[in-house]
């Protein structure tokens, strides 16, 4: 569900004609609609309506201020995986009671950071770490509340780049070195046991992988019972997936009526990362058709964004559904649509059928607003585009275009280079 559709023949977003932002600011852009954002939170709370819940917008899937002042507002907390995710969240107005921290390899400076305003928990991923967090905490007079997560070692049948929570990964501890740390942070004044937490993948589109996850954690919960050791939160990550093309996961409710279920007489409160769930099919990239090309064997689509504003297709082989702006009809013709880099993984679809456009028209390159935006780069020395809005009938830019000045600060050249 989402708001960019077409009407008379053009794709709107919301109510603001995508050809109009694209008039008045240039292409490529990143386009956020404020409804569907604010549907896809409501619709994912309401689904775990009667259970003690706390969503935490994972911010790494989508980071700009403005999409994290909305969640904030709907009451949402966040799951940082950086000290510049803790410094966004807090500039965004996220309460730092609900925010959990999670990552292999926090350094002490973001965990002072993040005692210092005081977050929800820290989702320890090692013993060498849980020990590093013990003495900042101590050095600082503080009491960290910690979680671990736990590699419940079950498969998410996912692409082998997002899948986390199988044994050979990096992310979490098994079950035994997990316990191992638990009790270690039993005994330690300056550590407070709070939750247990895991996160076995992304674009998930399945229940089962979740309810066999939450199975193994339940146990290890009152395994930790029989330690003296109680648990206020279970953290099960994120993961539920999206449509992008041919996937059908499962929509929100079967997937909280499934947890709930699992979580029926426990007495903890459910914590939830989703990321893409939440902001995927709220976003689009807006870009321009270059040039056609074509060669004995292909026909090509050049267009002027690249793998260095969207990566995932290049990243990931990640289908998008890729659709004109104007929608008029038009023969179809079999192309590569790509961007100007000098890369052959600079594409945005492989043989893929479409209108036969012309340069200077638009595409929409949908679902882009999870992992789109964030993972940009200035590969190619590119200025990164700009981020817009769509509020109803108003769109406002909440990151403006990088220009070439902005490509070089902070270079230098050393002073044996001078002259
Ligand atoms: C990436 C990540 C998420 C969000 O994953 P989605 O698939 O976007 O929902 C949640 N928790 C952790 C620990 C993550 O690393």
Do not use: W
């Not at 940082?80 to 995710?85: K, Y």
């Not at 395994?223 to 059908?248: C, N």
């Not at 990321?275 to 321009?288: C, D, E, F, Y």
């Amino acid at each position: 569900m989402h708001h960019f559709h077409y009407q008379d023949g053009e794709l709107y977003a919301e109510d603001v004609p995508v050809r109009q932002i694209a008039r008045k600011i240039g292409t490529p852009f990143y386009l956020y609609s404020t409804a569907t954002l604010k549907r896809h939170y409501q619709v994912f709370d309401e689904a775990f309506s009667g259970l003690p819940h706390l969503i935490c917008y994972s911010v790494k899937a989508n980071s700009n201020l403005a999409v994290l002042r909305l969640f904030a507002k709907e009451g949402s907390g966040a799951d940082i995986v950086s000290g510049g995710e803790l410094y966004r969240a807090l500039k965004a107005g996220l309460s730092p009671k609900k925010i959990v921290f999670s990552g292999v390899g926090k350094t002490p400076r973001e965990m002072r950071e993040a005692l210092k305003a005081g977050i929800l928990m820290f989702n320890v991923e090692s013993l060498g770490e849980l020990k590093t967090l013990a003495q900042v905490a101590k050095k600082m007079g503080k009491v960290a509340p910690v979680a671990v997560r736990i590699n419940p070692d079950v498969d998410p049948k996912t692409h082998p780049y997002i899948s986390t929570g199988l044994k050979k990964n990096k992310f979490g501890l098994d079950l035994e070195t997990a316990l191992e740390a638990y009790l270690f942070a039993k005994e330690h004044p300056h550590l407070e046991i709070v939750g247990v937490d895991c996160h076995i993948g992304s674009q998930l589109t399945e229940i089962s992988p979740f309810v066999e996850a939450l199975k193994r954690i339940k146990a290890f919960v009152n395994r930790l019972k029989e330690y003296d050791i109680q648990i206020k939160y279970i953290d099960l990550g994120g993961g539920l997936g999206i449509v992008y093309g041919e996937e059908s996961p499962p929509p929100p409710r079967e997937y909280a009526q499934a947890l709930k279920q699992e979580l029926s007489g426990l007495d903890v409160t459910l914590i939830l990362e989703p990321g893409r769930v939440l902001v995927g099919n709220a976003g689009i990239l807006v870009t321009k058709v270059l040039y056609f090309k074509e060669t004995p064997a292909k026909k090509f689509l050049i267009v002027d964004a690249a793998m260095n504003d969207l990566l995932r297709p290049a990243f990931y082989q990640a289908y998008h559904e890729i659709i004109p702006v104007l929608s008029k009809e038009r023969p179809k013709i079999t192309v590569d649509v790509v961007g100007p880099i000098c890369e052959t993984g600079d594409f945005f679809a492989r043989d893929r059928e479409l209108p036969m456009l012309r340069p200077g028209e638009l595409l929409a390159i949908m679902s882009a607003g999870a992992y789109g935006f964030v993972m940009s780069s200035n590969y190619n020395s590119r200025p990164r585009p700009p981020e817009v809005m769509v509020n109803g009938k108003d769109f406002y830019v909440v990151r403006k275009r990088e220009n070439y000045a902005r490509l070089i600060a902070g270079e230098k050249i050393p002073p044996f280079l001078e002259k």
